[in-house]
């Protein structure tokens, strides 16, 4: 604060608690009440008296006046003037800062030594995950992890990415961006390949879809595979599985390859502590249905 807006707000204090007690001085009458005094107000022949206030009540306002320069020379409050206590908001803000981290350290000291298929062994760990995973993947990938139209399902056991512990680590550390391209097709090429990437997932189409779209699928196998089962380096996803990141509908599919996609999980890196990525990359092991399965 300027030494302008420091005496600024010093004689404003002042000039304040000052004008108070001169207000209330200069009001006080004694405490004598006198029946003829009356602020000349009648109504219906009823008339208001003009008398002090209680003595209790008066001393109320003086005690206010008291405990208000009591706190000024304790506390901030006088422009600049620290307080003889030296407290302030932004010390008792970083005290409970240091606090917060000393219980975060010794909570996570015990998880230090586990691998991470081990933490997700472990109860106590997981119940800190799940409120992790509450506060911080939920908007995404819904409350029980299970996705929603272009967010992954980490329930099941198909993965856009690797998912062994040290491929999760880096999910969550740096995020992962995977870019679908809009390859210009033109639109009869797009509804042949939308039926041919149907028929990858199983469906029958026509001979011509097949034959056409065997032909066209060399532009996708780059990212897809010869065989459309995806490759996990790219994040581009198994096409022959029936699990669909953006919908499974012949439109659905379309609009992908008309207009391409970018799928964009953010980085963690600034928002949550390596203790706690290795944490939430235990909970979503537990959460896909083959661990589940395999821990039956
Ligand atoms: C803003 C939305 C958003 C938030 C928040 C978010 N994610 Fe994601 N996440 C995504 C998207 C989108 C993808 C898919 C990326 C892609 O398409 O390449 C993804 C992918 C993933 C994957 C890879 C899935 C796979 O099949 O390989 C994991 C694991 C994951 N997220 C875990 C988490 C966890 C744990 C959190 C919380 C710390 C989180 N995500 C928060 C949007 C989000
Ligand atoms: C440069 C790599 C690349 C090429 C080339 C490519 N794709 Fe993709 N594709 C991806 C990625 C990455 C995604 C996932 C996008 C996301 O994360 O949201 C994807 C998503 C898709 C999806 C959505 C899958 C789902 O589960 O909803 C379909 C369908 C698809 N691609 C079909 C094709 C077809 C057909 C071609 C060829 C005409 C093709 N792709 C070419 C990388 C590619």
Not at 187 to 201: F, G, I, N
Request: glycine share 10%; hydrophobic share 40%; proline share 3%.
């Amino acid at each position: 604060m300027s030494n302008f807006w420091s005496i600024f707000v010093i004689v404003l204090v002042v000039g304040n608690i000052l004008g108070m007690v001169w207000l209330l001085f200069s009001t006080s009458k004694g405490s004598d009440v006198n029946e003829a005094e009356t602020t000349g107000h009648e109504w219906d022949g009823i008339k208001e008296l003009n008398n002090p206030l209680p003595r209790w009540w008066l001393w109320l306002f003086v005690l206010t006046i008291v405990y208000a320069v009591g706190y000024l020379y304790f506390y901030p409050g006088l422009g600049s003037y620290e307080g003889s206590l030296g407290w302030s908001q932004k010390g008792e803000f970083e005290q409970a800062i240091v606090e917060n981290n000393a219980r975060k350290a010794e909570f996570y000291a015990e998880f230090k030594e586990m691998d991470i298929p081990v933490l997700a062994t472990s109860a106590k760990a997981m119940e800190a995950a799940e409120r992790l995973f509450g506060n911080n993947c939920s908007t995404c990938h819904g409350s029980g992890g299970g996705g929603a139209k272009g967010f992954p399902n980490l329930t099941d056991d198909d993965w856009l990415y690797n998912n062994d512990p040290a491929s999760l680590v880096a999910t969550l550390t740096n995020g992962r961006a995977g870019v679908m391209p809009n390859l210009n097709l033109s639109p009869s090429d797009v509804t042949v390949m939308a039926y041919y990437v149907k028929h990858l997932a199983g469906d029958e189409v026509s001979e011509h879809v097949q034959l056409e779209g065997k032909k066209r699928f060399a532009t996708c196998a780059a990212c897809h595979g010869q065989d459309g089962t995806g490759n996990k380096a790219l994040g581009a996803p198994n096409l022959t599985d029936n699990v669909w990141l953006h919908g499974s509908r012949i439109a659905d599919i379309e609009k992908i390859l008309r207009e391409g996609k970018r799928g964009n999980m953010p980085s963690f890196k600034s928002i949550l502590s390596q203790d706690e990525i290795r944490l939430l990359s235990a909970y979503v092991l537990t959460l896909s249905s083959s661990e589940e399965a395999s821990a039956e």
